[in-house]
């Protein structure tokens, strides 16, 4: 039995020597040609379309690029990769993506970089980017790059709508001004998420002066069910408006099941709960996708870091809810984006937060020497602190009063 | 006080699923067949249960009701949670495989159809797979009219609940019934403890385990189903069910293998799972309380062994098969 | 008792004769009935069977780069298998080895992120070694522990230690260990605390065949030789195979069996922590908690299938990670989910478990009963 084990291996490696052999020559591994007009890119992504949320907006982004692309004579040949974890499966991602051909590939997750730089360097042809990370920028490398939006900006106005729906409430007498309470599910207690919640809480609180904030970190960026068990705790806890910075529609629906409301990350979610969500807002990748692949095809600089706001179309809002918000609002959403496209509208002007009863004044954007603490480059000048300036990934870490932690462990 | 309302109404969303998780397993192992592939049988659940529910509203569009949806989303669950099980049914009992690698590899296997169901879905569809809100609604909305629910305490605990929770106890406490006072649950049990005393007293051994594996199987697979359609919000969730099927089969252990236990144990289990985001203990990260209803089940199976009650103990043949002609 | 009493239609005997050709003739006819019940999905998929496995031979082995993802997939299965071997020759379940290559990787990765500035290379490698066999060994010994002492049931303890030492990783990965705070993210090791890569290159006639693995492979490889002379040559492999036939008759021999289980599960648990340690020093560079991935379960059956043959396992574990590197390229290039890699492997393990039954046993039919008694 053992011999005859030890033959069938023998046949095993002799056969994959001569398929090895073989093949040798027809594989030459990432960099085959392509002719002028189509590129190959990859896309690796965390979750896939059910998330109805994260990954469904790069897909519709994706989908946009191809579209936009093609009016100008680019094919784009997509290969999308669903489901990785932000761990070493990203590793073998890539590199599938390298060796099936791909010139460009995105890593849609912030987790996903750390396992992108593992690999960048045995495809010093194929150009990396990794959304929403900020190592790419700075690691000396040509074919690493970041890329980001402006989100903050959205949220801001997303919070303008829950601000107008809780002022509403107040003055009809339905809450109490201590009742206006948002609840915000976060996936990690991280730059990013602080920053969005944040923006988020300063926009409602300049329509609605008495709101406060409890913040719940789920510990992941995608997980349906902890995302619907931290909404119900929030409202729970008295929160009459959700929030969230993850990936699903769980909070939307868990909001509706319990009457309370809701304003949506990534998709308009108001269609999956019609008598909760008010508004959405979104990055439109396809702004990124397009310009991205463009530069590339057209042999131009790719940028190393990304980055776009709302005045550029890279962060729209979905449409408004009108059933359900509160009147004047259409008109109030126009005002301020106009104000923050103009710059008159500065969200995280420091005359209206404070951090332990007093003003910012300082705070750090970059970390240079690699331990995970800002340590350069001032933030806070001009009377507002500038996020996005100095990397495209956000860097405001700051808790500020009138927002509650109900968890920090993450 | 109010903390202790919600933790337990939350606690027994997720303990649904874990109660036919662990039933479906208790009626198992009482037939003495460790099933280690509830994870993979519950996985299978959770894709055919919606595949059910999503081709049924795609085939009659708005005309789709509730009732009809829960009940095809059971009945696809449970057929494909058959289905597994039989297969580990003939590979243990008629083909004497070992229980556990059986187990292990219908694990694996379990999980391949389900996220290859739950993908393919997508894949086909072109886009995302979801119910329509009206029969998300049937799914998650209580079975009470809102005038009981309102009630202080006793209405968000006894009355909030989706229909599942209310199938599930009265599956518990049918299953109860079944193995103390009926005849042919006391057979089972015998067969379990002794298959070679109960063939000698003329129960027929085979029947009995493959017809007890087959429905437990069958009932397990529900619990995938139920995870989907209502804390998974009606959509394939690809990782969303990973572990479950194992904290079933750890909370066979901690109920001592008694239907009725499970349900008091699953909505315990249930709270400690979603516990993090709702109580801290100080000195205690919120991120081990998730391995809090591992170590409770550690030790209830080393407290159970060192006193060596006869009462709470596994079936005694538990994950040995039987051989007629080696007794 | 009506049916004991006629004859039934089929009757079953033990055969311990038969021969070894014949043997492997099943075990090859059941991979090839398993991989033409893979087809299945791959119909249902839409697509053709021939180009689904022919995609998952090419993204699997006929790539360099391929057939070195292959084979960093194939190096824990195998390990793990190792490690299991003895405890099932025993009839000890450990199930539990998921868990103890999650308690060995983090040990070493314990020394991987706070002493890598503060003692030289291969010290540092030496000490993650070190210290991912007695994790593992440990984690393995509590369970062991109680089995010997109050007969606790070891397959339920060992499953529960699995998802204990999960979710002990997962709290470091966001707590004391964490990176950029709030990432989740364990920072990537430095160099010194990653174990080198080495080329290995044959040549056959003109072709040259050449394979890019960490050096965890040639450890591997001499494991495999160390455990078969361990479980075939020494006085504590017959121990274990003693035990394993009857726990009676060894002690009625003398031998101390509650020390003999609890030093088995400690090499065994300590082999599972050194290929946490291989995981994370060679193939990901860094801790998060599903460094085990599956790998702890999965080699139970590569264990089982190979009959506890180490040299067997080697070609099984293999095989399964020809059938999940394959799939991911199956994914790639034609879209068809890659968890088609898990079911296929499911249908394998199916087929070849319930092969061992028709050559341990051979059926007799009621006619062909009558016949053989007569002559």
Redesign the interface.
């Known amino acids: 039995m053992r011999k005859t084990l030890s033959v069938l291996f023998v046949l095993l490696i002799a056969s994959t020597l001569v398929f090895a052999g073989g093949a040798s020559e027809s594989s030459t591994g990432g960099a085959e040609a392509s002719d002028a007009t189509t590129v190959k890119v990859g896309l690796i992504c965390i979750g896939d379309e059910n998330d109805q949320g994260y990954t469904f907006n790069f897909i519709r982004g994706r989908d946009e690029a191809t579209e936009i692309l093609a009016a100008e004579g680019i094919n784009v040949e997509w290969m999308t990769i669903y489901n990785i974890g932000e761990d070493a499966s990203c590793i073998d991602a890539n590199i599938e993506a390298a060796e099936e051909g791909c010139e460009i590939i995105i890593n849609n997750s912030y987790g996903f970089e750390p396992f992108m730089l593992e690999v960048v360097d045995d495809y010093p042809e194929i150009e990396f980017i990794s959304c929403t990370n900020c190592a790419s920028v700075f690691d000396g490398r040509d074919n690493t790059h970041n890329a980001f939006a402006n989100i903050y900006e959205g949220r801001y106005i997303a919070g303008v709508v829950a601000g107008m729906k809780l002022q509403q409430m107040i003055d009809e007498g339905t809450i109490n001004e201590d009742e206006a309470v948002i609840g915000y599910v976060g996936a990690f207690s991280f730059a990013e998420v602080i920053s969005g919640f944040t923006s988020y809480f300063l926009g409602a609180r300049s329509v609605c002066p008495s709101v406060t904030m409890k913040v719940m970190f789920v510990g992941s960026w995608s997980d349906a069910t902890a995302e619907s068990d931290a909404a119900l705790a929030l409202i729970d806890e008295g929160c009459v408006m959700i929030s969230q910075h993850s990936d699903n529609t769980t909070p939307a629906t868990a909001a509706q099941s319990r009457g309370v409301f809701h304003t949506g990350y990534n998709n308009d979610m108001t269609g999956i709960a019609p008598e909760a969500s008010l508004i959405g807002t979104r990055i439109d990748w396809g702004i990124y996708f397009s310009e991205l692949i463009r530069n590339y095809v057209n042999g131009e600089e790719i940028p190393q870091d990304w980055c776009a706001g709302m005045g550029e179309g890279a962060v729209v809002m979905t449409p408004l809810n009108e059933a359900i918000a509160a009147p004047g609002t259409a008109e109030k959403i126009a005002e301020v984006e106009a104000g923050i496209a103009d710059g008159s509208i500065q969200v995280f002007d420091t005359s209206t937060f404070t951090v332990g009863g007093e003003e910012l004044t300082h705070a750090f954007a970059l970390d240079t020497d690699g331990d995970f603490t800002a340590d350069s480059e001032e933030a806070v000048f001009d009377g507002a602190f500038h996020e996005s300036l100095f990397q495209s990934a956000p860097y405001f870490t700051v808790q500020i009063d009138g927002i509650e932690w109900l968890n920090a462990a993450y | 006080m109010n903390t202790l309302i919600t933790l337990i109404t939350a606690g027994i969303t997720f303990g649904t699923v874990l109660m036919y998780g662990t039933l479906g397993e208790i009626l198992t192992e009482k037939s003495g067949n460790l099933n280690l592939g509830v994870e993979g049988i519950m996985y299978m659940g959770g894709a055919f249960g919606l595949a059910g529910a999503f081709y049924y509203e795609k085939a009659v569009g708005a005309a789709a009701i509730g009732p009809v949806a829960i009940i095809l989303a059971i009945l696809a669950a449970f057929v494909a949670g058959c289905a597994a099980s039989a297969i580990y049914s003939f590979l243990t009992i008629t083909l004497r495989t070992n229980q556990n690698v059986t187990g292990l590899a219908l694990s694996i296997f379990g999980t391949g159809v389900g996220q290859f169901v739950g993908e393919l879905m997508r894949v086909k569809e072109g886009g995302y797979v979801a119910l329509s809100n009206s029969l998300k609604n049937a799914f998650s909305a209580s079975v009470f009219p809102g005038f009981f629910v309102k009630i202080p305490i006793v209405g968000p605990i006894l009355f909030s609940h989706t229909i599942f929770f209310y199938l599930a106890i009265i599956l518990a406490i049918a299953m109860w019934f079944y193995l103390s006072k009926t005849r042919s649950g006391m057979y089972l049990t015998a067969v379990g403890e002794s298959p070679a005393t109960s063939d000698a007293a003329g129960i027929n051994i085979t029947r009995y385990k493959y017809l007890a594996t087959i429905i437990g199987g069958g009932i397990s697979a529900i619990g995938g189903m139920v995870y989907i359609v209502t804390t998974a919000g009606c959509v394939w969730n690809h990782e969303g069910l990973s572990g479950v099927g194992w904290l079933a089969v750890a909370l066979v252990i901690f109920c001592v293998w008694r239907p009725l236990n499970a349900i008091w144990g699953s909505v315990i289990f249930g709270a400690m799972m979603i516990m993090y985001l709702r109580v801290a203990i100080p000195f205690i990260p919120t991120q081990l309380y998730k391995i809090l209803p591992y170590v409770v089940t550690v030790i209830v199976l080393i407290i159970t062994s060192m006193r060596n009650s006869r009462d709470k103990q596994p079936p005694a043949s538990l994950g040995l098969n039987y051989f007629r002609e080696e007794r | 008792?009506s049916?004991s009493s006629k004859t039934p239609f089929v009757r079953?005997a033990?055969r311990t004769d038969i021969d070894?050709?014949r043997?492997?003739l099943i075990r090859?006819a059941s991979i090839v009935i398993a991989l033409i019940l893979g087809t299945i999905?791959m119909i249902?998929?839409g697509t053709n069977p021939f180009e689904a496995y022919s995609v998952i031979?090419?993204g699997s082995?006929?790539?360099?780069?391929?057939?070195n993802?292959t084979v960093k997939i194939a190096i824990p299965l195998l390990g793990c298998a190792l490690a299991i071997a003895p405890c099932f020759k025993m009839r000890f379940?450990n199930?539990g080895a998921e868990g103890q290559i999650t308690i060995g990787a983090m040990c070493a990765t314990y020394f991987a992120l706070y002493w890598y500035n503060r003692v030289p290379h291969l010290v540092l490698l030496l000490m993650m070694f070190l210290v991912s066999l007695i994790g593992g060994g440990i984690w393995a010994l509590i369970p062991a522990f109680?089995k010997a002492k109050?007969?606790?049931?070891e397959?339920?303890?060992t499953?529960?230690?699995?998802?204990?030492a999960i979710?002990?990783v997962?709290?470091l990965q966001?707590?004391p260990w964490e990176?950029?705070?709030?990432?989740?993210?364990i920072?990537?090791f430095n160099d010194a605390a990653r174990l080198p890569d080495f080329n290995f290159m044959i040549g056959?006639g003109?072709?040259?065949?050449s394979l890019t693995s960490h050096v965890g492979l040639i450890f591997i490889l001499i494991l495999v030789v160390l455990m078969y002379i361990y479980m075939n040559k020494t006085k504590q492999g017959y121990e274990i195979a003693v035990i394993g036939d009857s726990v009676n008759t060894a002690r009625y021999a003398g031998m101390n069996v509650g020390n003999i289980i609890m030093r088995t599960m400690f090499i065994s648990g300590a082999i599972s922590g050194f290929v946490g340690f291989l995981t994370v020093s060679g193939?990901?560079?860094?801790l998060?908690s599903?460094?085990a991935?599956?790998v702890g379960?999965?080699a139970?059956?590569v264990a089982?299938l190979s009959q506890l043959?180490p040299?067997?396992m080697?070609?099984i574990s293999?095989m399964l990670a020809v059938l999940e590197k394959g799939a991911?390229?199956l994914?790639?290039?034609l879209?068809v989910?890659a968890?088609?890699?898990?079911?296929?492997?499911?249908?394998l393990?199916?087929t070849m478990?319930?092969c061992?039954?028709f050559i341990n046993y051979r059926l007799i039919f009621r006619g062909r009963a009558a016949k053989e008694e007569k002559a």
């Open positions: 008792m049916e079953l033990k070894p050709r043997a492997m090859i999905p249902i998929s031979v090419q082995l006929l790539r360099r780069t391929y057939l993802q379940w199930i109680f109050w007969n606790t049931n397959t339920l303890f499953l529960m230690m699995n998802y204990i979710g002990i997962a709290w966001g707590g990176g950029r705070k709030g990432s989740q993210l920072p990537m056959i003109e072709h040259e065949f193939a990901n560079y860094t998060f599903g460094v991935d599956g379960f999965t139970i059956t089982w043959n040299f067997a080697i070609v293999m991911n390229t994914q790639t290039r879209q989910p968890s088609i890699s898990d079911i296929i492997t499911g249908i393990l199916f478990l319930s061992e039954f």
